[in-house]
């Protein structure tokens, strides 16, 4: 399988590389650009990638009508080598990141290290926007790219809100989220938005170039789409990992414990032993691909929901619906510190198997 870097924008990323790179090219470019779409679409590399064009001394067009930087002028050498001096980046960091910076940007590269429960803090963004008030020493505008940039915290968003509300003529801002409802209205309503959520056209071309980059058949990519919740590098990633065995494996613990041929409160421990939360994660992906096909004939697709699909065919509505409820409880109860995980598995699985 292959694992060679990626090269953006991907396949299902073009018409909206289209639309900005045309934008950049008429010089009609937004200011502050919100870019949103679930995890694992991509965004990050999209932007990256995006940047790198608009900061190009010398952007050109492909042969194929795409446009692209030219790779040869100075900022494109800045970008390769990680270091542009007109390009920042800030995101959450880790602690142990905190401890070895000096400030809160990133110049240049965008740092890998995130920690999922840090917020942007109002010191990062003092930090951006002194950078933003600075001249660019390339003459192609200076830019800034939040990542995660649901999470600014109220000081933080509001001390955003007021560059974006007088903004630099030679600054551009990227706010890149996976929750832009989390954003403040009133930067949402300043900023122009675009999203790369993937629509049927997008997924099957995902679908394709996963086949490709992997080596996988339509029916295993089809069921790792359905377990990364449509995000294609996520999907990537379980394919990479070969996890198709294992999540085989899950489907058929699943089965079986409809069958009753595994106990559930062993199931429960050793999921509990395990870490429950992926096994949770793939179930509500599961049951939603499921009650979709049952209830409006959705279309169905690979190996893993149709075996489902004939063990839940007796399930009236009303106990298929309150099984999900319970589902979507337990997911919502997991992360609280009091919560008992191996009790809330084994009341799961224990309405699983007498469903």
């Known amino acids: 399988m292959s694992s060679a870097p990626l090269t953006f924008p991907l396949p299902w990323q073009q018409r909206q590389w289209q639309r900005l790179t045309g934008l950049v090219a008429q010089q009609r470019l937004p200011h502050a650009v919100i870019l949103s779409g679930s995890e694992g679409c991509g965004k ?24 692209i930087p030219c790779g040869q002028c100075d900022s494109c050498r800045f970008m390769a080598a990680g270091n542009h001096t007109d390009l920042v980046w800030l995101q959450p960091q880790s602690k142990a990141e905190e401890e070895r910076s000096k400030g809160y940007l990133d110049v ?5 290290e995130i920690d999922p429960q840090r917020e942007i803090s109002v010191n990062g963004v003092r930090e951006l926007i ?3 008030g600075l001249s660019a020493r390339l003459g192609r505008g200076k830019v800034a790219v939040l990542l995660h940039s649901e999470r600014l915290n109220y000081n933080a968003a509001n001390a955003l809100l007021k560059t974006l509300e007088e903004p630099s003529a030679s600054a551009t801002l990227f706010l890149v989220t996976s929750e832009p409802d989390r954003l ?10 675009y999203t790369l959520q993937l629509d049927s056209d997008a997924l099957a071309q995902a679908a394709a170039w996963l086949q490709l980059q992997s080596g996988a058949t339509a029916t295993v990519v089809a069921d ?5 919740a449509d995000a294609p590098l996520k999907a990537l990633a379980y394919l990479e990992a070969d996890r198709a065995a294992a999540i085989t494996a899950y489907v058929d613990t699943l089965l079986a414990l409809r069958e009753q041929r595994l106990n559930p409160l062993a199931v429960a421990a050793d999921w509990s032993a395990k870490g ?3 096994h949770l994660g793939w179930f509500y992906l599961l049951m939603l691909a499921v009650t979709r096909q049952r209830f409006t004939q959705g279309q ?13 065919a007796t399930v009236a509505a009303v106990p ?3 099984f999900t409820e319970k589902l979507q409880l337990t997911i919502e109860r997991w992360p609280q510190r009091r919560a008992n995980r191996q009790l809330l598995l084994e009341e799961l699985l224990l309405s699983w198997q007498y469903l």
């Open 184 to 193: 403040l209205p009133t930067i949402r309503s300043r900023c122009q938005h």
């Open 44 to 67: 990050s590399g999209f932007v990256e990638a995006l940047v790198g064009y608009l900061l190009c001394c010398a952007p050109q067009i492909a042969a194929e009508g795409v446009a």
């Open 320 to 322: 298929w619906f309150g």
């Open 130 to 132: 002194d950078f933003l």
């Open 276 to 278: 429950g939360e992926p």
């Open 108 to 112: 240049g590269m965008v740092r890998r």
């Open 300 to 312: 169905v697709v690979g190996q893993l929901t149709p075996q489902l699909q004939a063990s839940l």
């Open 224 to 228: 790792a789409l359905l377990l990364a």
